[in-house]
């Protein structure tokens, strides 16, 4: 039987796969793409706004959070998208189902909140989840 001196051991091109596949993860890992966006830009708008929905559907409060101050809205890439968004929030005069008209709450119910939201995102399927959730009276 001939061995052609150009074949490959098998072993040998076990581990050279191997170490391809290995070196392809580790540059994937760190290839990674942090912007700021707008606030007004139209796939912010829909993560502010399913954000906010998931919060007031989570929440134990009788009323309905808004979103008065965008602090930052970072957006984070790498193998998927996600949104990094601190935003300022205000209990509202409206109740869970309410909508119309939610002004923020004064007097003994005012309340306001700083929370930081991590939201994996797909926008061009309209499809949230929600990472992580830090509030805390500001
Ligand atoms: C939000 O994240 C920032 C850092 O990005 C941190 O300084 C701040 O304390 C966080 N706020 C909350 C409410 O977790």
Redesign the pocket.
């Known amino acids: 039987k001939m061995v052609r001196p150009w074949q490959t051991p098998r072993p040998l091109l076990a581990i050279l796969v191997t170490l391809v596949a290995l070196t392809y993860q580790a540059r994937k890992k760190t290839s990674i793409s942090i912007r700021e966006v707008s606030a007004e830009e139209t796939d912010s708008k829909s993560t502010l706004q399913f954000v906010v929905d998931e919060y007031n559907k989570e929440s134990n409060d009788e009323y309905n959070f808004r979103i008065l101050r965008v602090l930052?809205i970072l957006t984070q890439i790498t193998d998927h998208l996600e949104y990094?968004l601190?935003v300022e929030m205000w209990r509202t005069t409206c109740r869970k189902s309410e909508t119309m008209n939610c002004v923020p709450q004064e007097g003994e119910l005012h309340k306001q909140?700083?929370?930081?939201f991590s939201v994996f995102a797909a926008p061009w399927f309209e499809k949230y989840k929600i990472r992580s959730k830090?509030?805390?009276n500001?």
């Open positions: 930052k990094h601190t909140i700083t929370c930081n830090n509030c805390n500001g």
